[in-house]
């Protein structure tokens, strides 16, 4: 599923020569491994064993278990991802925080051990961070088409509303561990849809 | 120092008998070991030879690293703390988002500390969010005192309102590691002032 909160999906590198189907059974590894085994099951060994790639090329190539993560990550900024365009930027907000409430509630979830795992590893970290920047500055056209269509005005922040409808669903479901509701994604997109409102 | 966000800071715990000094002196090395060895260090040995409490004790009364989590997140709930009084539901939150910014940027933090345990034991998980589900309970007061001025309307759910506000900065201060602004305090705490005003 294309997400604006999920960091890959099995088959997510794209399809190329060798070495790119090399990277997408490594790839592929990583994000079986960590959902089951955590952090500390995520070893250069464990990914070769699994992917059927030599351990000397995984070692090679990415060296430790932060370079397999970090590149987990950049190959999901890579992935195709389109910010939705419902004609409103509640409908917008909305439908974003629907992507990052299934991306934290499936069953394994990647993106929830992704981010368990970025409080391990420092680059896994800096790799997170690099991922939703991009994933935020790629969704900010939601809040300027609002702009242009008038609904609000033109000085409203686009990182801030983005920020103020997802953080809500971040903290609910990744530090609070709280239960879904039916409505967590419209619920906080209404904040963000307030803070453009109110022009800041 | 008093804090929303704060689990617990060094003489945490009340003065009372010998068990209540126990208590305290295995507390403090709870809180010192965490931000300096994180959870991996975070072992009932380590705990003994810190706070002098032998190991026996330790292990009978708090049985693991779990336990000893939980403890100090429920010491840490059984402290005084009043939610602001300021004036204004703006100004209120931006306090209770000052608290939230110096407990997760001040060095070491033991509420970042704690919140990266959290990913490592359901325990620890656990007692996170019940100590933040009671900080919520009790600052519900900031949106209620604001409908009785009338600087809201009365349909405003407070825990919204708080976690329109909160949530923000965990998200940049834990999630993203962003580097702390000065107006970011300020600048979500007009978000949850926004949703109140938007009545819901």
Redesign the interface.
């Known amino acids: 599923m294309e997400s604006f909160a999920q960091p890959l999906s099995s088959g997510a590198a794209r399809p190329g020569g060798r070495t790119a189907r090399t990277r997408e059974r490594v790839l592929e590894a990583v994000t079986a491994i960590l959902p089951e085994k955590g952090f500390d099951g995520l070893t250069v060994e464990a990914v070769a064993a699994r992917s059927g790639v030599h351990r000397t090329t995984v070692y090679r190539r990415w060296r430790d278990t932060g370079g397999l993560l970090a590149d987990a990550f950049d190959a999901a900024r890579e992935m195709p991802w389109e910010p939705p365009d419902t004609g409103t930027l509640l409908g917008d907000l909305t439908e974003v925080n629907r992507q990052v409430v299934a991306a934290l509630t499936e069953r394994p979830s990647i993106a929830q051990a992704l981010?368990?795992a970025?409080?391990r590893s420092a680059v896994a970290?800096?790799a997170?961070?690099e991922f939703?920047?991009d994933r935020f500055a790629r969704a900010g056209v939601v809040v300027s088409r609002a702009a242009e269509r008038g609904e609000i005005g033109t000085d409203a922040g686009a990182r801030?509303v983005l920020?103020?409808a997802?953080?809500?669903v971040?903290?609910?479901l990744?530090?609070?561990?709280?239960p879904v509701t039916d409505d967590l994604a419209e619920?906080?997109a209404?904040?963000g849809a307030?803070?453009a409102?109110?022009g800041?």
């Open positions: 981010i368990a970025s409080f970290a800096t997170l961070r939703w920047e801030e920020v103020a997802c953080a809500p971040f903290y609910e990744v530090l609070m561990r709280a619920r906080y209404r904040a307030a803070v409102a109110a800041w």
